[in-house]
């Protein structure tokens, strides 16, 4: 397929495309007798994503970082667009709710309270966008199942993996066909455990390799680009929402956004459950801690403190604040378990 034909597929036009090039969100073979681009399938699905993410405001440069993953294939292209336009929905849904709030302020002589609206609708939407993935989750999808530090080590992160993901299980109680989203599926350990009871699982991981390998080892789990603070799913329509080890990765004010997207998503009646790295509260980190010091393991000090294990307290406090019921389980001295019900 030569250029004009590609642009009218698109609906676009050629110089577009041109330009694209030029800014290298697309390198396009050319025929070597005459020297005219020639487009493959994978080409266009490409494009059709540029266009798309322009369409929506997004910047070329910031295009040009999304798509540098090598290799995409018509799934990550469509996955990507998905992804982003979720982002988009929720920061009109926070502009609008915004602009509701401040309506009540119009016949106030004081725009103080306008101000600070204006302020935090800033702040949520740099949250938000601002996301980034310090640890290179996609270079450890490979052989992460094989590095998950249980026993051996000074300090086991994962000790109590196996019961914290059987516990969820065990709390979860799922009907055929009930839609379950698992927030950081990874390599998908914890939403495996549900397909076989005829639940639709959706995996939710931001990495793209971690995306492909929970694939390969669970075909029939659906998978979606995305994050805590952005679900890729619409609103109340999920039955059971779970997430394992990865809540611990957002700052205690962005878990508190995570729960709140948790909430938008799960249906009334719907259940909760949360296995994660996370203190009783701010006094038991302050023990842990003095514990672990006393006894020179620095290695442990060093791990909980370049991650942001919960404080469970403070969790709780929230969900229930939301009308939810709510338990815990303490695993051991770094991992428990919540669960609720909305």
Not at 123 to 131: D, E, F, P, S, T
Not at 307 to 336: C, F, G, M, P, T
């Amino acid at each position: 397929m030569l250029i004009k034909e590609a642009a009218k597929k698109l609906n676009t036009t050629a110089r577009t495309i041109r330009l694209y090039e030029e800014k290298g969100l697309i390198s396009l073979k050319k025929d070597q007798e005459n020297d005219y681009r020639i487009f493959t399938e994978d080409d266009l699905y490409r494009l059709s994503t540029i266009i798309a993410l322009r369409e929506i405001g997004i910047q070329i440069s910031e295009i040009r970082e999304m798509l540098k993953q090598p290799g995409m294939q018509m799934e990550d292209y469509l996955n990507l667009q998905r992804s982003v336009l979720y982002e988009k929905l929720l920061e009109m849904k926070d502009m609008i709710h915004t602009i509701d709030q401040m309506m009540e302020h119009v016949d106030s002589a004081d725009f103080q309270p306008i101000s600070k609206l204006a302020e935090h609708l800033k702040k949520l939407k740099q949250i938000r966008k601002g996301w980034k993935d310090k640890w290179d989750f996609d270079s450890q999808a490979i052989e992460y199942d094989q590095h998950i530090k249980k026993a051996g080590y000074t300090f086991n992160v994962h000790q109590g993996y196996d019961v914290a993901l059987s516990t969820v299980e065990q709390c979860i109680t799922l009907n055929a066909k009930d839609q379950c989203l698992d927030i950081g599926v990874g390599t998908g350990n914890l939403g495996g455990r549900f397909l076989h009871q005829g639940a639709h699982v959706i995996g939710v991981d931001q990495s793209g390799k971690m995306l492909e390998k929970c694939k390969e080892k669970y075909p029939l789990m659906e998978v979606r680009k995305g994050h805590f603070l952005a679900l890729p799913v619409m609103d109340l329509t999920m039955d059971v929402v779970v997430s394992s080890y990865a809540l611990h990765h957002l700052p205690d004010e962005e878990k508190l956004l995570a729960l709140q997207e948790i909430n938008r998503v799960l249906k009334s009646g719907g259940q909760l459950c949360i296995a994660d790295l996370m203190f009783q509260n701010e006094n038991d980190r302050k023990r842990v801690l003095d514990m672990y010091r006393l006894e020179g393991n620095m290695e442990a000090v060093e791990a909980i403190e370049d991650e942001y294990y919960a404080d469970r307290s403070l969790l709780i406090e929230w969900l229930v604040a939301h009308d939810y019921e709510v338990k815990a389980q303490q695993i051991n001295s770094i991992l428990s378990v919540i669960y609720a019900e909305k």
